[in-house]
């Protein structure tokens, strides 16, 4: 027997994984002191889908979501206490 050519695959495509770079950029210029305030922007390239952004930090005890953070930049007050912390940019594929 031979395969009927009109008819439709049996199976999904295989979806190609999400990938892309990121870099975070420090938009402030010069010194940065206690009280300024800071803006970090992710710089997002060769995504193979369209993403949703999301920040998130880390105080030394993990990674945790800011809450409401979901544009390109992400703005704070530097304070003795967060100048410290790691920041990243979490990206998730979107349909």
């Known amino acids: 027997p031979t395969a009927d050519p009109t008819a439709e695959p049996t199976a999904e495509p295989t979806p190609v994984p999400f ?3 990121v870099e975070i950029e420090l938009e402030n210029k010069g010194d940065v002191f206690y009280g300024d305030e800071i803006t970090l922007k992710a710089i997002v390239k060769n995504a193979t889908a369209p993403y949703a952004i999301r920040w998130e930090m880390n105080d030394g005890s993990g990674w945790r979501t800011i809450q409401g ?4 930049e992400y703005e704070f007050v530097i304070t003795e206490e967060n ?3 790691d920041y990243r940019v979490v990206l998730t594929a979107v349909a």
């Open 19 to 21: 990938a892309a770079e």
């Open 69 to 72: 953070e979901t544009e390109d």
């Open 83 to 85: 100048a410290a912390y």
